[in-house]
């Protein structure tokens, strides 16, 4: 809770005043001078009105104040809304707690009713009202934040269970340790979104209580597929995901952009709609109240000493949403924008103060152990991320549980042997190296890097591998980065080496320890150009600088494609044909392109007849993109399809950005004899 240039902490959640006053009109003068000294000192407080429609007041004071104060005097209990306004009073302290309501007598003698008893009593003296000491004790007791008990299950409270549920069925197994995991996890390899990312969740409750499908404003606040996450077992799900979405926010005035991980608090949508639907009868009004016992209670549960472990991993937020249709309403954008600005401030300024904690929505303070619990019904696994394979038969999946999983071999051509001048340098793939080094080691592979290496290094290489025993393993993967034609790649050599005799070294014939497991090739190399003329005979499975392939002429350079930054990883051999999005990748194609083994999976980075394009400082757009979606943990397919869609898209904006409209690359991806899923 944040702090008033007054020096008394804000309101916050559904609570629009600090105290609603209940007193009788005898003793008007006398409360009137009390609220005069309190408002003086920042105290918000609701009088109960003498005229008007007094009922509906009296409820709607009791409803939108944090706290209760009751000014007892003899005329009080023998006014005629004593009773009534006694009993609203009283239903919010059931609702809520003892500390909710305050008794002042209005002298040391007067009886307090013994319903009233209890409660804690102050005794007014009007001749001390403008005493500092006095009213600053007052101020203290009326503004702090009531202490709500969650000893007692109060009467039919809907709002008070569905905060109980949504902390022990998932606030409690996803907060603890979330800040490591947002950085240490989710942002591992984007470093560079560490200053602008909140390292908290922010649990979001519409005042409405309706929530959205999604948190999004065009233009303004995006989805970045990215989640964090935590795996455990629970209540019979083994290896159940329970993650959190990351959201980027742009804030247009400052020309930044800022990520958070936030949620709407969802039993608040089950509490609309039981409202909405009408089929329990739920009235506004009794929802308003659920809320706000859903709110408090939520509150409670998390700033209890026994759960220091969601300590500084949160900030719950109220927000007066425009589904109430009254005025003064903010956007979720306006109303999340000056939440991240003031959240990032106060991470700069604790780190520049290291060991002072600074909290704004809650207290933040150093861990501290929780008490020993006799049982666990959450167990924490280790996994590499949220995995929707769990969720199908194991026969429709390629298991996916070894660690590791399997050989990851990464062949990055960077520098080619003099003498080959058609096959430049290929600046900027020393990135795509790190790239897919980290990305497979993340999915849990034992990755072998090998760079520049000639026809006959390859050639060894790939008898080394194909004659491993890979049956404790349950998959292969293979990256073959370099200049390319349609079908064939070229070794630093200058060699031209079929891709299929590549992928033979791993069929089941050749390597039985891979039988039935998937084997997947990534190629970043251009497709321009046919691999071998008609009238050729049959290439053996691998013909390292076979004349079966189409001459490489000695003029041949390397196309490059923007004045700094872009080039293609092609020689200069003639189109193939006019590439359109609806390009085929016909039966020519694929037998050059696809093996007629089972268990394979091939992606490229262009089409048939098509330039693959690399950035010289940031690497390989189809490598960029494929580290992002494989990230995402979908099954490989819809991964791929991602990849073709996004590279299309970079490709097209950054020709848009230059001036240049002809570049075009879409990668795409062929199986054979694949009839299972794979997940990541």
């Not at 804690?120 to 008990?149: G, M, R, Y």
């Not at 009004?285 to 016992?293: F, N, T």
């Not at 340098?425 to 592979?445: P, V």
């Amino acid at each position: 809770m944040s702090i008033t240039d007054n020096g008394i902490r804000s309101l916050e959640g559904p609570f629009t005043h600090h105290v609603y006053i209940g007193f009788s009109p005898k003793d008007r003068s006398a409360v009137f001078e009390l609220r005069a000294q309190l408002q003086h000192r920042g105290v918000i407080c609701y009088l109960r009105p003498v005229m008007d429609d007094v009922k509906s007041s009296i409820q709607e004071g009791v409803r939108v104040s944090q706290r209760c104060l009751l000014f007892l005097s003899p005329g009080y209990v023998e006014d005629n809304w004593y009773q009534f306004e006694s009993e609203v009073v009283l239903e919010k302290v059931e609702r809520f707690c003892s500390d909710t309501l305050v008794i002042m007598k209005s002298g040391p003698s007067v009886d307090v009713p013994k319903k009233l008893c209890g409660f804690k009593e102050i005794v007014f003296d009007l001749n001390k009202i403008k005493d500092e000491k006095a009213n600053a004790k007052l101020t203290d007791i009326l503004t702090s934040e009531p202490n709500v008990q969650l000893a007692v299950l109060p009467k039919q409270n809907f709002g008070y269970g569905a905060a109980l549920g949504y902390f022990y069925g998932f606030l409690r197994l996803t907060l603890p340790d979330f800040r490591r995991r947002l950085v240490e996890e989710t942002l591992k390899n984007e470093p560079d979104l560490l200053p602008t990312t909140v390292k908290k969740m922010l649990i979001i409750m519409p005042e409405s209580c309706f929530c959205a499908v999604e948190m999004k404003s065009p233009g303004k606040i995006e989805f970045t597929d990215r989640f964090v996450v935590r795996i455990g077992n629970r209540a019979g799900n083994m290896q159940r995901d329970y993650k959190s979405s990351l959201y980027r926010l742009k804030d247009h005035e400052r020309n930044q952009e800022y990520y958070f991980t936030g949620e709407f608090a969802t039993p608040l949508l089950t509490m609309f709609e039981t409202y909405y639907f009408g089929l329990c009868h739920l009235t506004k009004d009794q929802l308003y109240a659920e809320r706000d016992a859903f709110y408090f209670t939520l509150k409670a549960m998390l700033s209890h000493p026994d759960n220091s472990e969601c300590n500084n991993q949160f900030r719950l937020l109220y927000w007066s949403d425009p589904e109430t249709n009254e005025k003064n309403r903010l956007s979720l954008y306006d109303f999340l924008l000056p939440v991240l600005r003031d959240e990032l401030a106060l991470e700069k300024l604790s780190e520049s103060k290291p060991g002072k904690a600074l909290s704004n929505g809650h207290v933040s303070q150093a861990p501290v152990p929780a008490p020993m619990r006799q049982f666990s019904t959450f167990e924490p696994v280790d996994a590499p991320g949220h995995n929707p394979s769990r969720i199908y038969e194991e026969i429709e999946v390629y298991p996916m549980n070894g660690r590791p999983r399997g050989m990851c071999l990464i062949i990055n051509i960077v520098n080619f042997n003099k003498g080959h001048q058609h096959l430049t340098q290929r600046r900027g793939a020393e990135r795509d190296t790190e790239i897919l080094r980290k990305l497979f080691e993340d999915l849990h592979f034992t990755v072998q890097v090998h760079v520049d290496i000639n026809s006959s290094t390859l050639e060894n290489l790939l008898l080394t591998m194909h004659v491993m025993d890979h049956s404790k393993y349950d998959a292969f993967v293979c990256c073959i980065l370099t200049h390319g034609k349609l079908g064939v790649v070229y070794t630093s050599d200058g060699k031209p080496v079929e891709i299929l005799g590549l992928v033979d070294y791993f069929s089941d014939r050749q390597c039985p320890s891979l039988k039935g497991k998937p084997k997947m090739f990534f190629i970043q190399a251009c497709q321009r150009g046919d691999a071998e003329p008609a009238n050729a005979a049959p290439s053996p499975p691998l013909s390292f600088g076979s004349s079966t392939h189409s001459k490489v002429d000695s003029d041949e350079v390397q196309e490059v494609m923007s004045k700094v930054r872009f080039e293609a990883d092609a020689t200069s051999a003639p189109h193939f044909s006019v590439v359109t999005d609806s390009l085929p990748v016909n039966f020519k194609h694929k037998s050059v392109l696809v093996p007629g083994f089972p268990d394979f999976l091939m992606s490229y980075s262009t089409l048939p007849g098509s330039i693959s394009y690399r950035d010289t400082m940031a690497g390989s757009l189809y490598i960029q993109e494929l580290n992002n979606c494989l990230r995402k943990g979908c099954e490989i397919d819809r991964a791929l399809k991602q990849v073709s869609s996004q590279v299309k898209k970079r490709l097209a904006d950054r020709g848009e950005q230059e001036g240049v409209c002809d570049r075009f690359q879409l990668p795409f991806h062929l199986t054979s004899g694949m009839d299972r899923l794979i997940f990541f």
